[in-house]
């Protein structure tokens, strides 16, 4: 059933103490505790409350947009990887379908690279037309006619690439600790 989906690549949106890295690899310490839908949904609603925020990771206030709802629900739900999303611009949402062309990489020194996605994995994924009680189809749809066929779906707060290091500071653990209750 849908409730039971399982969902992959979305690492960041794991509970804490889940996970276990063997080299470079990720991998789960039990099938049980890979991201499920609900995982996913209670994220998605604790970027929602978070307008405003003293963050103990951050080092001042600041406000989170409500894309970064979107962004979750979108990770979960169509499984992209974090350079994936934030490469994503309003000309890769096509109805039903979301195109996945490139990824961001930060290479060492800082150096941004956009290329083509991991292992060369250009595809068209399928957008669920809802996301638990989120309206994703919609959802994407508005978000792309926002920033227009070029504009970043999900930029940061300058309107650039995200960094990974910010994300996980502003957006990620603050989140995390409103959806885990570990605030």
């Keep these: 059933a849908e409730d039971e989906q399982w969902i992959d690549n ?3 949106l794991l509970p804490p ?3 276990e890295m063997n080299g470079n690899k990720l991998k789960f310490k039990t099938r049980e505790s890979a991201p499920a839908t609900e995982d996913v949904l209670a994220l ?3 970027a929602l409350q978070l307008r405003v925020y003293d963050s103990p990771h951050a080092s ?3 406000a989170l947009p409500a894309y970064w709802s979107l962004m979750f629900l979108t990770a979960g739900f169509c499984g992209l990887r974090t350079g994936e999303l934030w490469a994503l611009t309003g000309k890769d949402i096509d109805d039903a379908v979301l195109h996945v ?4 990489q930060y290479l060492k020194g800082g150096v941004l690279q956009v290329t083509a996605p991991k292992n060369g994995s250009v595809r068209d994924v399928y957008i669920q037309e809802k996301a638990g009680e989120f309206p994703l189809r919609e959802l994407l749809a508005q978000r792309a006619e926002e920033v227009g066929p070029d504009g970043l779906l999900f930029p940061s707060k300058s309107g650039t690439y995200v960094r990974r290091t910010n994300f996980v500071r502003d957006v990620m653990n ?3 600790d409103i959806a885990w209750g570990h605030r």
């Excluded at 062309?101 to 961001?104: L, P, S, W």
Aim: hydrophobic share 35%; net charge positive; charged share 40%.
């Design 44 to 46: 998605a609603r604790a």
């Design 174 to 176: 603050p989140v995390r």
């Design 10 to 12: 979305a690492t960041a």
């Design 101 to 104: 062309r490139k990824q961001v």
């Design 17 to 19: 103490k889940t996970r």
């Design 60 to 62: 001042k206030k600041f």
